[in-house]
């Protein structure tokens, strides 16, 4: 069988690009023949390398730009549905062709391309990340999609009150990784991992880092990522006077090794889809805490492997209720798993629930019943 995937930029940092290699891989080496149409070509290599049977196809050689001017944003788009109109009509015609689109963009452009009646929609956020008018019109477009993925039954549910709810399914992120870390008992590290952007809540997590150092001045926090708020995030170290116990680390190509030098991972998002580095970090025996943000945290945490940390919505920024509220709560928890090793060691024993839950063959029957 063919199977299309379709990504706004697959040479990306991501979740949503790591995600869509490690599935174009799976259904490779199931014997399928997989090519991964990118949109756009932000980066001249790779971040995340599919397996050597998959093709990868640039409809764009240019980068995508989410900011500037309208007009420009505007003619790069309809660019990119000239591309795939051309690319779907000479490619995907075949009877026994799958596509899968991921995201909202990848979706829209394949709908104003004529294919979402043959092309299954994936969704990789949270249902309600959109404003209710957006929500509307992206409802309206699913209507036409064959299939809709989601990641969590949660999220499944609310598309299924607007659509067909026979033609809505759930499939989680499954865990890529087959490595085993091996904590060093000693280390003082904390470890966050993610896009620097507001969703991702460093904001909150190194205000909450405050009260933590004050406390236990020997411990420290590396946060690996890229993004546009890296200066802001840079700046708030700064003016906390956490320059000593808070790094902003950049990408890691081995961040394996870097989750072995710590004694537990933080995640301190607002919003998640299924949170990718939370299952990778669950799948390699990492202790754990998050924010009970939606959707995604507390489906992998409730049965073990850390601690669902409370979470009030209400947190855009640092003059919100909820904010200082969430800054508390995330203090508290760190300081508790500081505080209990023998706690942290408990939580590496729902490794083998999470590689068995979400095993690349268990998401691929899922996967392979959307083909019939």
């Known amino acids: 069988m ?28 199931k014997g399928h023949d ?20 998959v093709k990868v196809k640039f409809l764009d050689d240019q980068g995508c730009y989410d900011f500037g001017h309208p007009l420009s944003r505007l003619k790069r788009f309809f660019n990119a549905l000239g591309a795939i109109r051309k690319f779907v009509k000479t490619e995907c015609n075949g009877e026994d062709t799958i596509i899968i689109s991921q995201n909202f963009f990848s979706n829209a452009l394949l709908w ?3 294919m979402a009646s043959k092309s299954i929609g994936c969704e990789h956020f ?11 019109v992206r ?19 609310r598309f299924k009150r607007h659509l067909d709810a026979s033609k809505v399914f759930s499939i989680p992120n499954m865990v890529a990784t087959k490595d085993v870390v091996s904590l060093d008992p000693g280390s003082t590290k904390i470890i966050a991992v993610g896009r620097l952007a507001p969703q991702k809540g460093f904001d909150m997590l190194i205000d ?3 009260d933590v150092v004050a406390k236990y001045p020997n411990w420290t926090l590396d946060i690996f990522g890229e993004g546009e708020d890296k200066a802001k995030l840079q700046n708030q170290i700064e ?22 030098k710590s004694a537990f991972f933080v995640l301190s998002s607002r919003y998640e889809g299924f949170p990718l580095v939370l299952v990778e970090a669950l799948g390699l025996g990492m202790p754990c805490a998050a924010f009970d943000c939606p959707e995604g945290p507390s489906q992998l945490l409730e049965k073990g492997g850390g601690v669902l940390i409370p979470f009030n919505r209400d947190c855009g920024n640092s003059k919100t209720a909820g904010y200082s509220e969430n800054v508390s709560n995330l203090s508290q928890t760190i300081a508790y798993m500081i505080e209990n ?32």
């Open 2 to 29: 063919k199977i299309f995937f379709f990504i706004k930029d697959v040479s990306l940092t991501g979740g949503t690009e790591r995600v869509t290699v490690n599935l174009a891989s799976l259904f490779a080496d």
């Open 34 to 53: 997989v090519t991964i149409g990118s949109y756009y070509h932000g980066k001249e290599n790779l971040t995340y390398r599919p397996n050597d049977k």
């Open 112 to 114: 104003l391309s004529g």
């Open 126 to 136: 949270k249902y309600d990340v959109y404003s209710a008018p957006i929500r509307y």
């Open 139 to 157: 409802n309206l477009i699913y209507k036409r999609f064959n299939r809709i993925v989601a990641l969590t039954d949660k999220d499944a549910n």
């Open 208 to 210: 909450a880092m405050r």
């Open 239 to 260: 003016c906390c006077n956490l320059k000593s116990n808070v790094s902003l680390k950049g990408y890691s190509k081995n961040i394996v090794s870097e989750f072995e």
């Open 341 to 372: 090793p023998a706690f942290r060691d408990k939580c590496m024993e729902h490794r083998d629930f999470i590689r068995r839950e979400l095993s690349p063959d268990v998401i691929y029957k899922k996967w392979e019943g959307l083909f019939v």
